[in-house]
């Protein structure tokens, strides 16, 4: 699958974007070693990173609304909390081998595609309130 950054993903906030374009690149990488089947570590490495970094990078977007007063903070904090549960459930299952092969390849493109819709439906809606506020 074709895991890559475009230009129409920016919310026009350029640390939010920079961070988005990194988690990208990381989702690139473990679509890249589970397409190979590379060591099942070398995907929990990845999942690990992804985790610790999500998270950093919510807590920034979180900054961000409460900072200006984001309407539909608590909303989006929801599905960040959602989505976090997500990646560290996929971390432990893999680390456990409770999960494995398609499995694991099928659950990795499903969190793309969340990180992706979230982007467009939820993070540029978001990127549109904050540019009219950040000087």
Request: proline share 2%; no cysteine; net charge negative.
């Amino acid at each position: 699958m074709a895991v890559e950054w475009k230009p129409e993903m920016s919310v026009g906030i350029g640390e939010v974007d920079v961070q988005h374009r990194k988690i990208i690149g990381k989702l690139k990488e473990l679509s890249d070693a589970l397409e190979k089947k590379e060591e099942p570590e070398t995907a929990a490495g990845i999942l690990k990173f992804l985790a610790v970094y999500i998270e950093e990078h919510f807590r920034t977007e979180e900054m961000f609304m409460l900072k200006y007063i984001y309407p539909d903070f608590k909303e989006h904090q929801e599905k960040h909390l959602g989505f976090l549960k997500r990646i560290t459930l996929l971390y432990d299952e893999l680390s456990t081998g409770s999960i494995k092969g398609d499995d694991i390849y099928n659950e990795s493109i499903a969190v793309y595609n969340w990180f992706v819709l979230h982007i467009e439906n939820t993070d540029k809606k978001m990127g549109a309130f904050l540019r009219g506020k950040i000087r």
